[in-house]
Each structure stands twice: as structure tokens, then as C-alpha cells.
């Protein structure tokens, strides 16, 4: 069994909130996939600070950015 840490349960937190977004806009659950969005990014991009991956940052601050600019933006 795998010892249970931060990372791991951000990791897989990310993974379902990831799933559930996709679920959201392929039956246009709108906005709520885009909230779901912004949870996914903001998930994926902390796990980038945590693993030291700048890619990981760059693509999900964009993502952040375009899913809460689509909430605003109509």
C-alpha cells in the first residue's frame, strides 16, 4: 500500500476533479466544469511547485486563466 502524503492525495484529488471537468463540459454542465477547471489547474499546478516542474506552472496558470476568464467573459 502506498504511504499516504500530501502529495499523493493532491495528486489523486487532481485526477478525480480532472475526470469529473471532462464529464462536466462533455454533458455542458456550464460553468460548473469550469469551476471544476479552475480546481484542476490550481490542483496540477501545485503539485508542478511541489515536484520543481516550471512546465507543470506555466500550463496550469495558463489553464487558471483562461478558465476564470471564462466565467467573467461571455
Known sequence: ???ITTEFVVKWAATVFALITVYLTSHDFIPYNKYMGIMTAFLWMWLGFMWK???M???NI???VL???GL???
Open 1 to 3: 500500500m502506498p504511504k
Open 53 to 55: 516542474q516550471p512546465s
Open 57 to 59: 506552472w506555466v500550463l
Open 62 to 64: 495558463i489553464m487558471l
Open 67 to 69: 478558465y476564470t476568464s
Open 72 to 74: 467573467f467573459i461571455r
